[in-house]
């Protein structure tokens, strides 16, 4: 049976992390796919349609950019919406974004694809991460779990009618259970272990970083530069980090986000932190990863991480938050510490512990845990479950 896939996600951005790789790679999938087509909505500067292949088309809708130094665009309109569905006539639509989105997406199928079946990805934990999170560290734990609660009721609205919500974490697919949202897939996300690998190794690129010092640790942050991803936990660990290791560790900063005038402070002010801009060479981002000695998995919300996967893969242990899907990849590899606290002290300890049982055995754990997923597994396990609902009746 021949499958079309629309998909629609507002979390696209051209410098994202997670969902831009995740986006990259079903496009690679399906490019030569010969019984599906994907279409997936891109939100963009002008209105354009870009077919790649016969079974790849990329539509480029003009939509609202959100100002500052966020490269996020919003697609909220029937008007941006509408003519996709008409012109495509979807068995599947995806949706990957919980705001407005969904149910704009919801109302247009009605009308004009009704057979269609619709399904959301859960790529981020809002009602934790967004809402629940700053708000108990502003106005206490209180009113946190308030602003959840009416954060998973409007996911609960947003979602009404789909016939189901993709995760990919076990943490992830617990929680919206318990929430009462609709039924759930879990799609574990995949890894390109050919790509990320501790091949990809640069001796120059390690001599360069450790500066005449053999033993100085190198670390990669290749996250979004803010909060949730544990920045500023990084740059005030640092100094202490020098202190106890007696000596700066390298420690190389690649990405973009809220927090760059921070980063961009501690390169100038610590002669061993580097600022790299934003990789968005696959090659390149390996050839960092693969050089690290360690990894930094601080955010306690991911609901994946492909990026711990990469560093993984790559051959780096791990520290990392003690919630999330960081917490189940160090606990289910044994590969790496969590921590207790959300310090700089405890990162600060703990980066420390882990390069003291440094060795090869910890780095394969790393390694053969991250050889566990691919991303052609992926995309088949997804496809499996597009074709099983499009075969479902609708009651």
Known sequence: ???????????????????????????????????????????????????????????????????????????????????????????????????????????????IVPRAKLLGFWHADFPITYVERPIAEKFGKNLGKLASQVAFAYARYEFKGFTGIQVSAEETRLRLKRKGLPAHHQVPLGCDISMFSPTKRDEKLVTLLKQGDKDRPIIFFPHRFCKEKGLDLVLDAYPLLEKKLGKAPALVLAGTGPLLPDALLAA??????????????????????????????????ETFGLSILESMASGNAQVAA???????????????????????????????????LLDSNLKDSARHYAERFSWKVCFERQLAIYRELALTPNY
């Open 268 to 301: 100038k002010k610590h002669p061993n932190i580097r600022y790299v801009g934003f990789i968005s060479s696959i090659e390149e981002m390996a050839r960092y990863y693969a050089s690290a000695d360690i990894g930094l998995a601080l955010s306690g919300w």
């Open 322 to 356: 003690n919630t999330g899907a960081a917490a189940e990849h160090v606990r289910n590899s044994s590969a790496g510490c969590l921590l207790k606290k959300r310090t700089p002290e405890e990162l600060a300890d703990k980066i420390v512990l882990l390069l003291s």
């Open 1 to 111: 049976m021949s499958l079309t896939i629309v998909d629609f996600n507002n979390f696209w951005s051209p410098s994202g992390g997670g969902v831009r790789r995740y986006h990259l790679e079903k496009m690679n999938f399906y490019r030569y796919e010969t019984d599906a087509v994907y279409v997936f909505v891109m939100p963009d500067s002008k209105t354009y349609t870009e077919q790649l292949t016969d079974s790849l088309i990329i539509e480029h809708v003009k939509a609202f950019k959100f100002p500052g130094k966020w490269e996020y665009r919003m697609i909220w309109k029937s008007s941006q919406i509408a003519p996709i569905l008409k012109r495509h006539k979807p068995d599947i639509i995806e949706v990957g974004s919980p705001y407005i989105l969904p149910t704009v997406v919801r109302k247009n199928a009605k009308k």
